[in-house]
């Protein structure tokens, strides 16, 4: 029996024409180098005569038939006799000839050294599985025919689950029925690009969960036909990135428009009492010899600059809402709500109620209690019958990453025209001589609600109460917001 070798350094492609027949009628040099044989020895005999063994005859016409049929020709395997006797495993990749645009009698065979394609495809295999990004090869029926290790630990699925399945069950349900119409459109005109076009693009791991990711993909050519090569680069962390910049980009906008609208405002708000102090100092001058004019000035003067005074400690506190958060620590809501309303000294005949069961849990315990506070103060402050109101406290869990709470009184309400302007800086629906106030309160509750990630909102109509509802987290960082 004779020995099979792998054809030692011979690895280059070698090329041979042949008739119809089987009869070789080009042999190239480096089909010389690859088999030994010089052309003189080879060319004009048959294939299988010296070649070939006439076991493979049959196949080998068949393949000849089919390659007449096919544009890209046909692949065949099987072993040549190198002239030192020993055999070698050759893939001959077969086409017919064709001069000036036709086909002549004859076909041409590209010859590779299978043994060699072998060891370059184990040190392919090698190379791919130390790439720190997710490699994958898909037949054109959408099979998964190779991955590395990097697209296991991305994708959660061991490699053996991942090779012969289908590439669409990689990808999210929404998307899943037109990937296969993207798939044969890319086969029928294979170019190298990227996925997408523009579209986000996520992978399906196998616990149902998505990654953002970015795909470039290949056509490559193997005797069996067309493969795409995908190079899979999981993006989490720079969609995380941008999403962060994007936040910052809004936070700083909304800064920009929160110091815009402070100056606007503070041209009026803050100079307003001192007009007025400036405005009472005079009447005071013009009526300095009566006692009891003078005595209702200056107790005007003195509600103007607490008024001033109010404002100022308001700007500060808004400055600083979400910077100065104080320490993590357990809060129990109830208590929390009972301690805030008895230190307001509310008009006696006024109650508060404790809607359900309220959590106790561990968060940030200074600005929670600010805006609770804050919440509180307004209900009292706004009530048309504040010795008979009421003021319900209520708690539920929203989702697992928020709480959902809600102060509701039972006082006159806010129209719903009103219920966005209240927001706003140094907005009061009524005149600062009937109700004190800076009208920062609720601007205050939302500039900590939004830098914690939550939300706040009013339901109200004009005559009915006022509910203010508001998101708090239920895990919170605890770094400094600063």
Not at 115 to 143: K, Y
Request: charged share 25%; aromatic share 6%.
């Amino acid at each position: 029996m004779q020995s099979v070798r792998d054809g030692g350094n011979s690895y280059g492609k070698a090329a041979m024409n042949i008739t119809p027949e089987g009869v070789i009628s080009y042999w190239s040099g480096a089909a010389e180098q690859l088999l030994g044989y010089s052309s003189d020895e080879i060319v004009g005999r048959n294939l299988f005569e010296r070649l070939v063994p006439s076991r493979y005859e049959t196949g080998f016409i068949k393949h000849l038939s089919l390659s007449q049929l096919s544009s890209d020709g046909a692949n065949f395997e099987f072993p040549c006799l190198h002239k030192d006797g020993c055999f070698i495993d050759i893939c001959a990749s077969v086409a017919p000839i064709v001069t000036e645009g036709t086909r002549t009698p004859g076909y041409t065979a590209i010859l590779e050294n299978l043994a060699f394609r072998r060891s370059m495809q184990d040190r392919l295999v090698a190379i791919l599985e130390t790439i720190p990004t997710g490699v994958l090869v898909v037949d054109e029926a959408g099979t998964i025919d190779l991955v590395n290790r990097h697209f296991e630990v991305m994708s959660a699925y061991p490699r053996r689950e991942l090779k012969g399945m289908k590439v669409e069950q990689l990808v999210p349900d929404k998307h899943r029925a037109a990937h296969a119409g993207h798939r044969h459109e890319y086969f029928r005109k294979p170019v190298p690009r990227l996925m997408g076009n523009g579209r986000d693009l996520t992978l399906r791991r196998k616990d149902g969960s998505e990654i953002p990711v970015e795909v470039g993909i290949s056509a490559v050519a193997v005797p069996t036909g067309k493969q795409v090569l995908a190079i899979v680069t999981d993006i989490s962390q720079r969609v995380e990135t941008e999403e962060r910049l994007n936040r910052q980009q809004v936070d700083l906008e909304r800064t920009v428009e929160e110091l815009t609208t402070f100056a606007y405002v503070a041209s009026h708000d803050l100079k307003s009492p001192l007009r007025g102090i400036a405005q009472i100092s005079q009447w005071i001058e013009e009526d300095m010899d009566d006692r009891e004019a003078v005595s209702d000035h200056i107790r005007l003067l003195r509600s103007r600059i607490a008024r001033m005074e109010r404002l100022l400690n308001d700007l500060l506190a808004y400055s600083r809402a979400g910077r100065s958060a104080g320490g993590m620590g357990e809060v129990s809501i109830a208590v929390v709500g009972r301690d805030i309303f008895e230190l307001l000294s509310p008009p006696e005949g006024m109650r508060l109620s404790l809607d359900g069961d309220l959590p106790t849990f561990q968060t940030l315990r200074t600005p929670l209690e600010q805006i609770i506070h804050n919440l509180f103060s307004n209900a009292i402050k706004h009530h048309d019958r504040a010795a008979e109101g009421n003021i319900t406290l209520s708690c539920q869990q929203a989702s697992r990453a928020f709480f959902e709470f809600c102060v509701k009184d039972d006082g006159p309400g806010i129209d719903p025209q009103y219920h966005e302007r209240v927001f706003g800086m140094f907005q009061t629906l009524r005149p600062r001589d009937e109700v004190e106030g800076s009208g920062m309160g609720l601007a205050l509750i939302r500039k900590i609600v939004t830098t914690f990630g939550g939300t706040v909102w009013i339901v109200s109509e004009a005559g009915q109460g006022c509910a203010v509802h508001f998101t708090w987290p239920v895990e919170i960082e605890t770094k400094d917001k600063a």
